[in-house]
Nanobody, 123 residues
Framework: QVQLVESGGGLVQAGGSLRLSCAAS????????MGWFRQAPGKEREFVAT????????YYADSVKGRFTISRDNAKNTMYLQMNSLKPEDTAVYYC????????????????WGQGTRVTVSS
């Protein structure tokens, strides 16, 4: 089992940047591909980005491609989401998740979830 804790959320103006972190503990972090999801008020949870176990492969939702960067540091058991050029529509609770798959785009493929960190982008 792996425990995940997100941090780094907050309030930022449109056009600004934030970096989210996801700290993992428990079983070997490098055994899991990881992902970021988000859920805005009144909306379903949506895929943001995923990264393979080694970090060599990444995929992004079209809505964040070119603005967000997912990365991981297996030595530190931590995954990151660098968010640049933030827009009000990026406002959501952001969740990190771990999967035993190579990488995954759907929430149902993820086995472990963090509690979420809130990001608010003001216009």
């Amino acid at each position: 089992q792996v425990q995940l804790v997100e941090s780094g959320g907050g309030l930022v103006q449109a056009g600004g940047s934030l970096r989210l972190s996801c700290a993992a503990s428990g079983r070997t972090f490098s055994s899991y591909a990881m992902g970021w999801f988000r859920q805005a008020p009144g909306k379903e949870r949506e895929f943001v980005a995923t990264i393979s176990r080694s970090g060599a492969i990444t995929y992004y939702a079209d809505s964040v491609k070119g603005r967000f960067t997912i990365s991981r540091d297996n030595a530190k058991n931590t995954m990151y989401l660098q968010m640049n050029s933030l827009k009000p529509e990026d406002t959501a609770v952001y969740y990190c998740a771990a999967t035993s798959s190579s990488y995954a785009y759907t929430a149902s493929e993820y086995n472990y979830w963090g509690q979420g960190t809130r990001v608010t982008v003001s216009s």
